[in-house]
């Protein structure tokens, strides 16, 4: 898991609630910030995984962690990689 999370770049791991990620996303304005929320969502209805996020104007911070697994998973990993092939 180590391994994995140091191939993220931006993502800071936590201890709390057994492990998580965490990122804050900047855009140029409000619209592309939604726009990515907008299609993370669809992902995350996909893969029926979904973030813990927080959106003022510009900025998205995400939180992941795996709710019922107690903590940090693959798919908390599959998630954030998603994220960051949106926001290049």
Wanted: overall charge neutral; proline content about 2%; aromatic content about 14%.
């Amino acid at each position: 898991m180590r391994k994995a999370l140091a191939l993220l770049k931006g993502w800071e791991y936590r201890d709390d609630r057994g492990g998580l990620i965490r990122r804050e996303f900047r855009f140029p304005d409000f619209a592309a910030a939604f726009g990515f929320m907008t299609k993370m969502a669809d992902y995350s209805e996909t893969i029926n995984h979904h973030p813990e996020w927080f959106n003022v104007y510009n900025r998205v911070t995400v939180t992941l962690t795996t709710h019922d697994a107690g903590g940090l998973t693959q798919k908390d990993l599959d998630w954030a990689r998603e994220s960051d092939r949106h926001t290049q």
